[in-house]
């Protein structure tokens, strides 16, 4: 991450870290869930019925709370031929438009799935038992994640600074 100091970095740090280590603890749980069904499946012949609900429900969070963090490493799909071929000044305007304009969609993504999770909240999911609501909550929390992760390094977006993460075979040599 590009150079800034104080608290609101520090918290900007331990935030990008929760949102990596609860990404990384979902996905845990879905390789260790799927594993142990096909263990249980293939030696025991039963299958544990709810390992396929509840790992699409953990997909489901897994790419709302990545697309932030995908933001900030600028590997989202963007066609940025043309705006390549502009003066500096006039790109770092259009960028400034492009992030405000991602800001009001995921302002009205984060509003209408808070919405489909009022509408649902009543159902209750097949296998599990459990709300429909806490699946799609990952919409509007998705959102609001993927909208704050702008927030923090829109002047970073707008200068097309984006993160990357440390090789790991750079570190080891």
């Not at 970095?9 to 990384?24: C, D, G, P, T, Y």
């Not at 489909?116 to 990952?138: D, H, K, N």
Request: charged fraction near 15%; proline fraction near 4%.
């Amino acid at each position: 991450m590009p150079e800034r100091t104080g608290s609101l970095r520090s918290a900007e740090l331990a935030f990008v870290k929760a949102n990596q280590w609860l990404i990384v603890a979902l996905m845990g749980s879905m390789a260790t869930l799927v594993f142990a069904n096909g263990v249980s499946r293939y030696l025991f012949n039963h299958s544990i019925i709810w390992v396929e609900e509840l790992t699409q429900y953990e997909m489901i969070w897994i790419t709302w709370l990545g697309a932030g963090l995908a933001l900030r490493e600028g590997r989202h799909v963007a066609v940025d031929l043309l705006e390549d071929r502009l003066a500096a000044p006039l790109r770092r305007a259009v960028r400034t438009a492009v992030a405000l304009v991602m800001l009001v969609f995921l302002a009205a993504l984060a509003w209408y799935g808070a919405q489909i999770v009022a509408f649902s909240w009543s159902q209750e999911t097949p296998m599990m038992g459990i709300r429909t609501g806490i699946p799609y909550l990952g919409i509007p929390i998705g959102a609001l994640v993927c909208g704050l992760h702008l927030v923090l390094f829109f002047r970073d977006f707008v200068e097309r600074r984006f993160e990357h993460p440390e090789d790991p075979a750079a570190q080891a040599g």
